[in-house]
């Protein structure tokens, strides 16, 4: 039962539907010229500080780490015989959010920071994971399979039961706060594919974002909220986009021949971190929407899962 619990959470991270196990995601043949694995620059201008989930060996259960990016000093939050996935910081970088199986399913924890002990703040007999703290610190935003397919629900910070917030003959997933704590991105297949949708708070207000036949997945909305990040596989691989509320238009951010996925924004905005699975290597990358450049965060550990960069 284990390794079915595990392919849940593979495919709420790849959002491919027709695919209910299949090896780490982004673990892609070596297919083709690796000329995109230049060597990348060291990311020296970061600020704030970097969460993840990773395995440092192939053997190794998923942890968690946090990387201050002023000095690059990482340290280690979890080491358990048990893993520990989708880390999401609060704004001021002093609570981390995250999904443990430590109970046998995915349940949610939060720790305060640097060495908090984990305090569990829901747990059902299915699979809680996704979560994401609000920006005013207020509530949580997560993704459960209680009812069989999965729904997108909230709870207080001092809450112990959760508002539903979708109740779809459908999969909705990867919630994804807006910068006023006001509405929330979301991933849905309610159309028959995965596309992005947005609905307020409570539910309300749903409207549907992209509209295509590809796989669009993993939204993270922008600091000033006029841009939303996502991945979407539109040829061998998954890509990472950016939707612009002005303009209504997409743009490509990267075209790797490998799989990219876990996008998270910097503070201020001005970059995008995220995971390239490539060649049998994992990296953690940054890019600057603004110049298309790119830079290497980490490269370290045998897979990374999951992003969240906060102040």
């Given at each position: 039962?284990?390794?079915?619990k595990?392919?849940?959470w593979?495919?709420?991270?790849c959002l491919i539907?027709?695919i209910?196990?299949m090896?780490?995601?982004g673990?892609?043949?070596q297919?083709g010229?690796?000329?995109?694995?230049e060597?990348?620059?060291?990311?020296?201008q970061g600020?704030?500080k970097l969460?993840?989930?990773?395995?440092?060996?192939?053997?190794?259960?998923y942890d968690l780490f946090?990387i201050?990016?002023?000095?690059?000093?990482?340290f280690r939050?979890?080491k358990?015989?048990?893993?520990d996935?989708a880390p999401?910081l609060?704004?001021?970088g002093?609570?981390i959010?995250?999904?443990s199986?430590k109970?046998?399913d995915?349940?949610l924890?939060t720790?305060?920071?640097?060495d908090?002990s984990p305090?569990?703040v829901?747990?059902?007999?299915a699979?809680?994971?996704e979560a994401?703290?609000?920006p005013?610190g207020m509530?949580i935003?997560?993704?459960?399979n209680i009812?069989?397919?999965y729904d997108?629900y909230?709870?207080?910070?001092?809450?112990?039961k959760?508002q539903?917030?979708?109740e779809?003959?459908?999969?909705?997933?990867?919630?994804?706060w807006?910068p006023?704590s006001?509405?929330i991105?979301y991933?849905?297949?309610r159309?028959?594919?995965f596309?992005?949708y947005l609905m307020?708070a409570?539910?309300?207000?749903?409207?549907q974002?992209?509209k295509n036949d590809?796989?669009?997945?993993?939204?993270a909305?922008?600091p000033d909220?006029?841009?939303?990040a996502?991945?979407?596989k539109?040829?061998a691989?998954?890509?990472?986009?950016?939707y612009?509320f002005?303009?209504e238009q997409e743009?490509?951010?990267?075209?790797?021949t490998g799989?990219?996925?876990?996008?998270a924004?910097?503070p201020?905005?001005?970059?995008?971190?995220f995971?390239?699975?490539?060649?049998?290597?994992?990296?953690?990358?940054?890019?600057e929407?603004?110049?298309?450049e790119f830079?290497l965060v980490?490269?370290?550990f045998?897979?990374?899962a999951?992003?969240?960069?906060?102040?």
């Amino acid at each position: 039962m284990r390794k079915h619990k595990h392919a849940h959470w593979f495919f709420t991270l790849c959002l491919i539907a027709s695919i209910i196990l299949m090896p780490a995601c982004g673990q892609e043949s070596q297919d083709g010229a690796s000329s995109d694995l230049e060597a990348f620059k060291p990311f020296e201008q970061g600020r704030g500080k970097l969460a993840f989930s990773a395995q440092e060996s192939s053997d190794a259960m998923y942890d968690l780490f946090l990387i201050h990016l002023q000095d690059g000093e990482l340290f280690r939050i979890t080491k358990n015989t048990y893993a520990d996935i989708a880390p999401s910081l609060a704004k001021d970088g002093l609570t981390i959010t995250f999904s443990s199986d430590k109970r046998g399913d995915y349940d949610l924890y939060t720790a305060a920071l640097p060495d908090g002990s984990p305090e569990l703040v829901f747990m059902s007999s299915a699979q809680e994971t996704e979560a994401r703290i609000s920006p005013d610190g207020m509530r949580i935003v997560f993704q459960s399979n209680i009812y069989g397919d999965y729904d997108i629900y909230t709870i207080g910070m001092n809450e112990d039961k959760p508002q539903r917030l979708t109740e779809e003959d459908s999969q909705e997933t990867q919630p994804s706060w807006s910068p006023h704590s006001e509405q929330i991105a979301y991933v849905s297949d309610r159309d028959g594919d995965f596309e992005i949708y947005l609905m307020n708070a409570d539910g309300s207000g749903v409207v549907q974002l992209t509209k295509n036949d590809y796989y669009d997945a993993a939204p993270a909305w922008s600091p000033d909220g006029k841009h939303i990040a996502f991945i979407s596989k539109r040829g061998a691989h998954f890509q990472l986009y950016l939707y612009d509320f002005e303009s209504e238009q997409e743009s490509t951010l990267t075209d790797f021949t490998g799989t990219v996925h876990s996008p998270a924004w910097s503070p201020d905005g001005s970059y995008l971190a995220f995971i390239l699975d490539q060649d049998g290597i994992s990296r953690i990358l940054v890019t600057e929407p603004s110049s298309g450049e790119f830079f290497l965060v980490h490269e370290a550990f045998e897979k990374y899962a999951g992003l969240s960069w906060s102040e």
